[in-house]
Every structure is written in structure tokens, then in C-alpha cells.
Antibody
Framework: QVQLQESGPGLVKPSETLSLTCTVS????????WSWFRQSPGKGLEWIGY???????NHNPALQSRVSISMDTAKNEVSLRLTSVTAADTALYYC????????????WGQGTLVTVS | AIELTQSPSSLSGSVGDRVTITCRAS??????LAWYQRRPGKGPMVLIY???TLNGGVRSRFSGSGSGTDFTLTISSLRPEDFGTYYC?????????FGGGTKVEIK
């Protein structure tokens, strides 16, 4: 089972871009599909988007076109960018892996808190 | 998007209690449902997938059942380490969606 660790700034200003990195150990990022999730205070878990092992991406329509997910195979990292953030984007952000896209999420990072203020 | 309605939102049980959490989907999802436990400061951990398959390493006191729109997670005998928040999640279609969570406290 792979291990995941999210990292990035804990504080982002409104209208700026949120950038997070997920460092993967115990496996190669080419072996899994990768998703980002978040949970805002008092709200439920929300799927943000995914990137497949072959580099295809998809994102939650609720986030419109603010989401960008990429991977760096040399660093074994997956990245999330969320543009034009507002206070509503304050949340605990998780990266996670799936062996198959329409399958269980088999590994999660511990999450990183991002505050927009 | 498929909505998942989870109940109860919280419960408090004693060691040894049998606990049941339900999850109802807004449309049929077959068996494409998973259950996760999340403890404070940690990411979710999968307990059950495909509605009733116990994930490797998960204690057998956990079980899942159901298909279509109605699902259940059962803890047959509550243990102190079972505290946390439990979530159901569907992977039948995107966007992936989750139930609102059930916070389990140990008396």
C-alpha cells in the first residue's frame, strides 16, 4: 500500500492560487490513479478531481474550471492547483489513490489544512 | 450527482454494543459502495468495499451489507479503538460522493 503526504502553504490570500503537492512513497505514481478531496468546516467530504495513471484528468463540475491536477513522475508527486480562491475554499485537503477509477479509494494522506484569509 | 444520506449523524455506545449505521443512495449504485473510518488527525481508512467485502487487515467485527440504494455498516461488538467518524462513499459514478458521516463516541 502506498503512503501519501500532502504539503503546501497553510494560508492563502483571497483571489490567489492554492497549490498543494502529494508526495507518494512505497510505489510509483504510474501504478495508480490519484484524486484530491477536501472537507470544509462543518461540511462533508468533497471530491475535487483526479488524474489517471496515464495522465487524463477530470474535476468536479461544482468547482468549474478552477482546478488543475498534474503529476511529476521524476519526483513521484501529484499536484493540485485551485485558482481564484475564496473563504469557501478553506478546508482540510486530502490526496488519495485508487487502483481503478471506479473503485474504492485504497490509500489516503493525513490531510493538510488550508485557510483562505 | 448521487446523494448519500447517512444516519445517525452521531452515536454513543458502550464497549460490546452492536452498532448499525445506514446509508441510502438517491439512485441505484449496485454494490459500488465503500465504508471508511476516520480518526482525528488521520486520513480515512477503508473498512469495507463493494458494499460487503472486508478490507485486508480490518477486524471481522466490521461488516457491510446492502445493494442498490440501501446499505448498512455493522460493528458487532464495539471496541474502544472504534471511535471516530464513519463515512459511506459511492464509486458508481463521478463525481464521487460521500455520506455526511456518523461520529461514534465510546461511553
Amino acid at each position: 500500500q502506498v503512503q501519501l503526504q500532502e504539503s503546501g502553504p497553510g494560508l492563502v490570500k483571497p483571489s490567489e492560487t492554492l497549490s498543494l503537492t502529494c508526495t507518494v512513497s512505497g510505489g510509483t505514481i504510474r501504478s495508480h490513479n490519484w484524486s484530491w478531496f477536501r472537507q470544509s468546516p462543518g461540511k462533508g467530504l468533497e471530491w475535487i478531481g483526479y488524474i489517471t495513471k496515464t495522465g487524463n484528468t477530470n474535476h468536479n463540475p461544482a468547482l468549474q474550471s478552477r482546478v488543475s491536477i498534474s503529476m511529476d513522475t521524476a519526483k513521484n508527486e501529484v499536484s493540485l492547483r485551485l485558482t481564484s480562491v475564496t473563504a469557501a475554499d478553506t478546508a482540510l485537503y486530502y490526496c488519495a489513490s485508487q487502483v481503478v477509477l471506479f473503485g474504492v479509494i485504497d490509500s489516503w494522506g493525513q490531510g493538510t489544512l488550508v485557510t483562505v484569509s | 450527482a448521487i446523494e448519500l444520506t447517512q444516519s445517525p449523524s452521531s452515536l454513543s455506545g458502550s464497549v460490546g454494543d452492536r452498532v448499525t449505521i445506514t446509508c441510502r443512495a438517491s439512485q441505484g449504485i449496485g454494490s459500488a459502495l465503500a465504508w471508511y473510518q476516520r480518526r482525528p488527525g488521520k486520513g480515512p481508512m477503508v473498512l469495507i468495499y463493494d458494499a460487503s467485502t472486508l478490507n485486508g487487515g480490518v477486524r471481522s467485527r466490521f461488516s457491510g451489507s446492502g445493494s442498490g440504494t440501501d446499505f448498512t455498516l455493522t460493528i458487532s461488538s464495539l471496541r474502544p479503538e472504534d471511535f471516530g467518524t464513519y463515512y459511506c462513499q459511492q464509486f458508481n459514478s463521478y463525481p464521487l460522493t460521500f455520506g455526511g458521516g456518523t461520529k461514534v463516541e465510546i461511553k
